[in-house]
């Protein structure tokens, strides 16, 4: 499907809307910054506030519901859950059926966020257009678990209250709610989006491919750095179920030791990793594919 039969579906006014006040607040907070002078707790919490929902996204929505690659603690599964939901990318269940979707149809016709329709659709456009894919089919697992099914229910009231609410909430403590509300909820959300939409852009445009060249997907140290590890994409791509992306023990994936360490107090478990024979043949085989 080229980008004029994509486009050619309505556009999502209220996606679209939400997109353009999130960024004009954005912007205002930038300017709260400069010409308020926000207390330093209140960036501190917008700095806390983006590591514990991005890691409930890099961890939670994409290697633990997605890929199912290791298990987690009830508690560990509400705390990805609710700071999830303020990270704004739609409930687990919904972004895991998007995500298998990308996984099994990778620059293909069906791939949601294909970058094979140009950067800005992967990284962005895409949820500009009406999402008309109603079918759940492929992740019927978590439907069936509770908190799964409790968080898609009441994910806007969740994105409400742990996004936006609480963070004032918590401003108030130092006496700067409105500016934990602009700085924590919408600047933050602001840098929380573009680096998960860079996972779909960047990792599918810049870097290496030692593992495989069919598909787009690349490793590179920069989309780390901007995902919290999630730019070893081209080892994802071709072993999705390994609870790493960045396998080496020197590449930067702060969500993979993040789950490790949570392993040693058996809040984590069942930690799947990828044979390194395996891995060493699929380099290999890759390298002796590609010209000489």
């Known amino acids: 499907m080229n980008l004029s039969v994509r486009q050619s579906r309505p ?17 205002v907070a930038l300017l709260y910054l400069i010409f308020v002078r926000a207390s330093p707790w209140t960036i501190g919490l917008g700095f806390l506030w983006f590591a514990l929902c991005g890691v409930s996204i890099t961890g939670g929505y994409h290697r633990l519901f997605s890929h199912r690659s290791y298990g987690a603690h009830p508690l560990l599964k509400a705390f990805y859950l609710f700071f999830g939901a303020a990270a704004v990318q739609n409930s687990a269940l919904k972004w895991s059926r998007d995500h298998r979707l990308h996984h099994t149809f990778t620059d293909q016709e069906r791939d949601p966020y294909t970058v094979r ?10 949820i500009m257009f009406r999402d008309e894919n109603l079918d759940l089919s ?3 697992d978590l439907a069936d678990d509770k908190l ?8 806007v009231g969740l994105a409400v209250l742990a996004g936006v609410l609480l963070p004032a909430l918590v401003g108030t403590l130092w006496g700067d709610p409105l500016g934990a509300l602009l700085v924590c909820g919408f600047l933050r959300l602001f840098f929380q989006w573009h680096a998960t939409f860079c996972v779909n852009s960047l990792a599918h445009t810049i870097g290496t491919q030692p593992y495989d060249t069919r598909t787009s ?14 730019g070893y994409h081209n080892f994802h791509h071709r ?20 789950v490790w360490g949570l ?3 058996g809040i984590t478990k069942n930690l799947r990793r990828t044979p390194a024979l395996l891995i060493q043949q699929a380099r290999g085989a890759n390298q002796a594919s590609l010209p000489s």
């Open 117 to 126: 329709d140009g950067f800005l659709w992967a990284h962005i456009g895409w």
């Open 148 to 155: 799964v099914r409790f968080q898609d229910r009441y994910y």
């Open 239 to 258: 072993f999705q179920a390994d609870y790493r992306n960045g396998v080496r023990w020197y590449q930067f994936d702060p969500t993979k030791w993040f």
């Open 217 to 230: 997907a690349r490793d590179s140290f920069v989309t780390a750095l901007i995902t919290l590890g999630e």
């Open 11 to 27: 556009l999502d006014w209220g996606n679209l809307s939400f997109l353009v006040v999130v960024h004009g607040l954005a912007l």
């Open 138 to 140: 492929n992740v019927k």
């Open 263 to 265: 392993s040693w107090v």
